[in-house]
């Protein structure tokens, strides 16, 4: 992240004093090892896809007009949004410099195709935002494209720098791509969540930026015309009361659509975890079963 631009190193700085959970680059390193991989290209190529995952925040931060990342000012509060999309910028730019000097063009393809179906995802997302006539399918593509691509990159490479054949990229892509799936799932759960407070997150950020996310769209299918005319008002019409969250809550809570939410996530936890049933046990292999587990468990 270094740079004679001393804006940039200053805003990685802060990127990384914030923290955070460091889930893919971790992906790619135990992929890797799980493959039986003994080198170093791993290491590389996960700093890689930390700087993909970390461009798309200071993006979207800055579309969703957020004032906090990990319970700490975001960056575009502190630097503004035209320096946090140009180092954006910059991160993806320095990606690809990553990507190149592995020197592998099927490394080089996956994440390149990846950082262009997270780009498409979150174009998706802002189309079908403040929409209720979205569909689950509608949704589902918008997190497999802004989420689960990233994730299923970072584990299929680490078969490819192993060597492993096809069926093994393809079991760790499959592990990657149901794990995504789960954790957004789980996040969009927690939006609507006392538990996002304890996160150092505002509850009802999506809701405020009229987000379609399953637990809307399952509360809004399963109201009755009264409750699907507050879903238009409050989503589409965007006309908020300081009362509506509450209400919106009320509504969840009622429907259960929280504890489906969570259920679907394991559902794709649990096809995650059998991808990885062609792999013998190792350390690596639990820690994999363990981080499916562990996105999950954040709703408590």
Not at 105 to 112: F, K, N
Not at 131 to 145: C, F, P
Request: aromatic letters at 6%; proline letters at 2%.
């Amino acid at each position: 992240m270094q740079s004679p631009v001393q804006l940039i190193p200053q805003l990685a700085a802060h990127l990384i004093a914030a923290g955070g959970k460091r889930l893919r680059p971790l992906l790619t390193l135990s992929a890797a090892r799980l493959c039986g991989y003994q080198g170093e290209r791993h290491t590389g190529l996960a700093a890689c896809v930390e700087f993909i995952h970390t461009a798309t925040l200071l993006h979207d931060d800055v579309v969703d007009e957020s004032a906090l990342r990990r319970g700490q000012a975001s960056a575009n509060a502190i630097f503004g949004n035209n320096a946090s999309v140009l180092v954006g910028d910059f991160l993806f730019a320095r990606a690809f410099q990553l990507m190149v000097d592995d020197g592998s063009l099927e490394v080089l393809r996956i994440l390149c195709s990846a950082a262009a179906t997270i780009a498409e995802g979150e174009v998706l997302q802002l189309v079908i935002q403040n929409d209720m006539a979205s569909t689950e399918a509608q949704y589902l593509e918008v997190i497999e494209g802004k989420t689960a691509a990233l994730f299923a990159a970072a584990t299929r490479v680490g078969a490819v720098v192993a060597d492993r054949p096809l069926e093994d990229a393809e079991a760790l892509d499959s592990y990657g791509r149901n794990l995504g799936i789960a954790f957004q799932l789980i996040d969009d759960a927690l939006d609507y969540s006392a538990v996002q407070e304890q996160l150092g997150k505002t509850v009802g950020d999506d809701f405020r930026e009229g987000k379609i996310t399953l637990p809307v769209l399952l509360a809004f299918a399963r109201g009755d015309d009264e409750e699907k005319a507050f879903w238009r008002r409050v989503i589409e019409d965007r006309e908020q009361t300081d009362e509506d969250l509450a209400f919106a809550l009320q509504l969840m809570r009622r429907h259960g659509v929280i504890e489906e939410t969570v259920a679907r996530a394991r559902e794709y936890g649990e096809r995650a975890i059998e991808s990885l049933r062609g792999f013998p046990d190792s350390p690596y292999r639990r820690a994999l079963i363990d981080i499916v587990a562990f996105c999950i468990a954040r709703v408590r």
